[in-house]
């Protein structure tokens, strides 16, 4: 089999993207000398890559495959292949937005108002074709960062900035006046990686066993051994992804009842499990739901 080249995205999102890997079933070991970690799967090979960059090395066939946030793919205009979006309740892997921002109380209230003006942003290409789309003649100056200050220093009239939910911006004396995209991270693909039968059979291997790290992110498995006359008393108040499993036990008069729940309804729902004749209750972490 021919090695499938993956990309690590090298900054906020590395620890989190080696975390998610490992749920999924591969251990990556990196050093601080070097860009290539090692994974214990012969056939993949890993570099790490600025998530700014990772969509250019993706489409250029340097990598098969790479994770990145959809704001860089959009960014750098790359001709590549989402195949799965990945969102989770982790600070990294948390949707953000690509916002329009000025200084409260600025005469400026739309993107329209700013025929003529500057802009300062780390996204300097999607930023120029919004405006161009619109029809609207703008200044666009790249940010190498602390965006936020540069309009209190007269150095540009608006920003395009990314937030979760603002509250930076409010707090630099900034208000938004338009939402440009929604981001988040995502496993795209090289074209013609994915055409190749051998590379993206692996390709949809990671992905499936990445999706499934993520359903299981906040979900348990609970077990417990029930009186057979109270099955429907346990069985009713147990929410479930599927209708629970029953299993015979040796004594007929008993049953082995599990299920997958919210790690955060497990605390509430052991003393109703209790008082309905519910013994023996194990609660087990999940790895992967498929």
């Given amino acids: ?58 489409e250029l066939g340097a990598l098969d495959c790479g994770i990145t946030g959809k704001d860089w793919t959009e960014e750098n205009h790359s001709d590549v292949e ?8 982790k600070a990294s892997f948390r949707p953000t ?13 739309s993107p329209e108002d700013l025929e003529g003006k500057r802009i300062s942003t780390e996204l300097t290409g999607f930023t120029a074709r919004y405006f161009a789309d ?14 936020e200050a540069k309009i209190s220093q ?4 608006a920003i395009v900035e990314v937030t979760e939910t603002g509250s930076t911006l409010r707090a630099n004396g900034l208000v938004i006046i338009a939402d440009l995209m929604e ?19 692996k390709i949809e291997q990671i992905s499936t066993l990445l999706k499934a790290a993520l359903a299981a992110e906040g979900v348990v ?22 209708a ?31 008082k309905a004749g519910a013994v023996g209750i194990v609660e087990y972490p999940l790895n992967k739901l498929i």
């Fill in 1 to 58: 089999m021919s090695v499938l080249k993956f990309g690590i995205p090298k900054g906020s999102l590395e620890d989190s993207t080696i975390e998610l890997l490992r749920k999924s079933g591969w251990r990556i070991t990196k050093s601080s000398r070097s860009y290539f970690p090692y994974i214990d799967d012969p056939d993949i090979t890993c570099s790490l890559v600025r998530a700014q960059e990772m969509s250019r090395y993706v």
């Fill in 82 to 89: 989402a195949v799965c979006d990945l969102v989770y309740s």
């Fill in 97 to 109: 937005r690509w916002v329009l921002a000025v200084p409260a109380g600025s005469p400026i209230k």
């Fill in 134 to 147: 619109k029809g609207i003649k703008v200044d666009v100056e790249f940010s190498w960062g602390a965006t």
């Fill in 154 to 157: 007269g150095l540009c009239d």
């Fill in 183 to 201: 981001s988040n991270p995502q496993l795209i693909a090289n074209r013609d990686a994915m055409a190749d039968p051998v590379r993206s059979a």
């Fill in 221 to 242: 498995g609970l077990k417990m051994n029930v009186p057979r006359a109270q099955l429907e008393a346990v069985t009713s108040a147990l929410p479930s992804v599927t």
């Fill in 244 to 274: 629970p499993t029953v299993a015979d036990l040796l004594e007929a008069d008993w049953v082995s009842v599990e299920t997958i729940i919210s790690e955060k309804a497990v605390r509430d729902l052991v003393p109703v499990l209790l």
